[in-house]
């Protein structure tokens, strides 16, 4: 069975960091990409960052976020610095077979942004 477990979401001032983890059993994330994304109340879910299969991080335009993989845990990361408001959401992790694009996503972990 196919688990994807999101941790780390909490309660953070405006300004402030997070590290999200995504740690995966029933699959080895090296054959996947590896995405966040998130959905606050009444929007669309939306991505927030993405790194392929070969990829070991990637960081988003703007700097503040960034996804990174430890393929011996098994797990996917996503830091956050200088979280805004407009943050807070519901962080999700999903996972995309690299070549049969068989997709898998956890149940999410909740990031709320206030002051």
């Known amino acids: 069975q196919v688990q994807l477990v999101e941790s780390g979401g909490g309660l953070v001032q405006p300004g402030g960091s997070l590290r999200l983890s995504c740690s995966a059993s029933?699959?080895?994330?090296?054959?996947?990409?590896m995405n966040w994304f998130r959905q606050a109340p009444g929007k669309q879910r939306e991505l927030v960052a993405g790194?392929?299969?070969?990829?070991s991080a990637r960081y988003t335009e703007d700097g503040r976020f960034s996804i990174s993989r430890d393929n011996a845990q098994n797990t996917v990361y996503l830091q956050i610095n200088s979280l805004k408001l407009e943050d807070t959401a519901v962080y999700l992790c999903?996972?995309?077979?690299?070549?049969?694009?068989?997709?898998?996503w956890g149940q999410g972990t909740q990031v709320t942004v206030s002051s």
């Open positions: 999903n996972a995309v077979h690299m070549t049969s694009g068989q997709t898998y």
């Open positions: 029933g699959i080895t994330i090296r054959m996947y990409n």
């Open positions: 790194i392929a299969s070969f990829e």
